[in-house]
């Protein structure tokens, strides 16, 4: 089963400034044995992990010598190529290390980092330049929510991002209110898919029926094994991306097998 569109669910575990890089290969050695276990198929459901860089390069070994299906992404990337950037890791570096994925306006990076469009763009740029796949987050905080309802300033993210992308460059959307990260309040699945429904409508008028049709949407905000189901069974949501909830690797893999809950969910 796959999504409208031919779309393939995508779950992705942000492990944001957690789990140093021997505890990332003992939590992806379960992740594993937990997927092979109920014979997961990955080319049903893909599954993804963020670590922070300094694991990259173990679980990247890791994946390999084991030839796990697991893909990899970044969390965070430098606008600019290479040189005097100190602290900052180039895209060229990330794909080097295999990564397909990489996270570009989190919130917690919009926010805590104070990053704005313009830089959040160039980054998604230099994701692409360097034949990667740019998550490009957009999510509404709880003022917005007032203020504007729960599209608008999501919708304006995502139009600001892509106004430099080039055309016909793969990227995925992860939806994510800023009220609903972390704090245990997910959004309603309506909620979610009636502002995913938005962005793909966006993404049509910007972009063209067809990259609208193939492009993943992901929702993102306190997503458990016990909500998962919801937002997957919704037209316009092609996935999670989950945070604290992907640290455990039970969790996370009951997350990926959403399917099997969604009767009766
Ligand atoms: P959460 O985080 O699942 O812990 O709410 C989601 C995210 O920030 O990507």
């Given at each position: 089963?796959?999504?409208?569109?031919?779309?393939?669910?995508?779950?992705?575990g942000?492990?944001?400034?957690?789990?140093?890089?021997?505890?990332?290969?003992?939590?992806?050695?379960?992740?594993?044995?937990?997927?092979?276990?109920?014979?997961?198929?990955?080319?049903?459901?893909?599954?993804?992990?963020?670590?922070?860089?300094?694991?990259?390069?173990?679980?990247?070994?890791?994946?390999?010598?084991?030839?796990?299906?697991?893909?990899?992404?970044?969390?965070?990337?430098?606008?600019?190529?290479?040189?005097?950037?100190?602290?900052?890791?180039?895209?060229?570096?990330?794909?080097?290390?295999?990564?397909?994925?990489?996270?570009?306006?989190?919130?917690?990076?919009?926010?805590?980092?104070?990053?704005?469009?313009?830089?959040?763009?160039?980054?998604?740029?230099?994701?692409?330049?360097?034949?990667?796949?740019?998550?490009?987050?957009?999510?509404?905080?709880?003022?917005?929510?007032?203020?504007?309802?729960?599209?608008?300033?999501?919708?304006?993210?995502?139009?600001?991002?892509?106004?430099?992308?080039?055309?016909?460059?793969?990227?995925?959307?992860?939806?994510?209110?800023?009220?609903?990260?972390?704090?245990?309040?997910?959004?309603?699945?309506?909620?979610?898919?009636?502002?995913?429904?938005?962005?793909?409508?966006?993404?049509?008028?910007?972009?063209?029926?067809?990259?609208?049709?193939?492009?993943?949407?992901?929702?993102?905000?306190?997503?458990?094994?016990?909500?998962?189901?919801?937002?997957?069974?919704?037209?316009?949501?092609?996935?999670?991306?989950v945070?604290?909830a992907s640290l455990?690797?039970?969790?996370f893999?009951?997350?990926?097998?959403?399917?099997?809950?969604?009767?009766?969910?």
């Open positions: 089963m796959s999504q409208a569109g031919g779309r393939v669910p995508l779950i992705a942000n492990w944001k400034m957690n789990l140093d890089h021997l505890q990332a290969i003992g939590l992806v050695q379960k992740l594993s044995w937990s997927l092979k276990d109920v014979k997961h198929d990955f080319g049903a459901v893909e599954v993804a992990v963020f670590p922070p860089f300094t694991d990259l390069r173990s679980v990247q070994t890791l994946v390999a010598a084991d030839k796990l299906a697991l893909r990899l992404g970044a969390q965070d990337v430098s606008p600019n190529q290479t040189g005097a950037f100190t602290g900052d890791v180039a895209a060229s570096f990330l794909k080097k290390l295999e990564v397909e994925h990489v996270l570009v306006g989190h919130s917690e990076r919009r926010h805590g980092h104070g990053e704005g469009s313009d830089l959040i763009a160039r980054k998604a740029r230099a994701v692409h330049a360097a034949d990667m796949i740019p998550m490009i987050c957009v999510g509404e905080t709880a003022d917005d929510l007032s203020e504007h309802g729960a599209a608008s300033v999501p919708l304006q993210q995502l139009t600001e991002v892509l106004a430099d992308l080039p055309a016909g460059a793969e990227f995925v959307v992860a939806y994510e209110p800023v009220w609903a990260i972390g704090s245990g309040e997910a959004a309603s699945p309506e909620q979610a898919e009636d502002v995913c429904g938005k962005l793909r409508a966006r993404i049509s008028e910007l972009r063209g029926e067809a990259d609208a049709d193939r492009t993943r949407i992901l929702y993102g905000g306190s997503v458990t094994s016990l909500n998962v189901a919801g937002f997957l069974r919704q037209a316009n949501i092609d996935g999670a991306l945070g604290g455990d690797a039970t969790e893999s009951r997350i990926v097998q959403f399917k099997k809950h969604v009767t009766g969910a």
